[in-house]
């Protein structure tokens, strides 16, 4: 599904990606890590086409190193979810209209359907009874939920999660094990059950 080239990045003189090629499986989960500032965040912004970069990233035969910044925006809306390290959550705005963004910028579902979906998926992370409450008043871990909930609304082949579950606390982090079975739980409703990261 996704296969790297040469990847490299740097920021003026520090060099954070040397010459990185890696094939990634269709299938499954692939956990990636190292110390503070290796470059793990830096090479997940490569994938999602966030940054310009050296090299070669192909994935599902789209070049996504040659294609237009609208071509990219399109690409990370229909096939990837991110899971942001800093959540970019709208803090003014509520759970619920969070974590139906996706759905509402390229979606062409019902309304019915969309508010059901999203349903779903804050019940499945926890917070269905807070989707009216404004992110701003969220602790740190439910706004990594509110995250994670966005990340899997346009149900995408790609999830790039980075560091998911840094800001939730133990109780939590065992309860859901936590993109496993989130993953798992969303995905069964597909024909395919298998979860990308």
Do not use: W
């Not at 917070?127 to 706004?143: E, I, T």
């Amino acid at each position: 599904m996704i296969e790297v080239n040469n990847l490299s990045k740097n920021y003026s003189k520090q060099k954070v990606l040397k010459n990185i090629s890696i094939t990634f499986p269709r299938y499954g989960l692939v956990v990636i890590y190292g110390p503070s500032g290796c470059g793990k965040t830096t090479f997940f912004n490569a994938i999602a086409g966030l940054l310009d970069f050296d090299g070669q990233i192909i994935f599902d035969g789209l070049d996504i190193s040659s294609i237009s910044e609208n071509k990219k925006a399109e690409y990370r809306l229909k096939k990837i979810g991110f899971i942001f390290q800093d959540f970019k959550l709208f803090s003014n705005d509520t759970v619920f209209n969070n974590a139906a963004f996706p759905l509402e910028v390229s979606s062409a579902t019902s309304p019915f359907k969309k508010k059901r979906k999203v349903f779903d998926l804050l019940d499945i992370v926890g917070l269905k009874n807070r989707a009216n409450d404004k992110v701003k008043n969220l602790s740190g871990g439910d706004k990594q939920r509110v995250a994670i909930a966005r990340a899997l609304a346009n149900d995408p082949k790609l999830i790039l999660a980075d560091e998911p579950t840094g800001s939730l606390d133990n109780e939590n982090s065992k309860k859901y094990d936590l993109i496993f079975e989130i993953g798992k739980i969303h995905m069964s409703k597909k024909k395919d059950k298998k979860l990308n990261f």
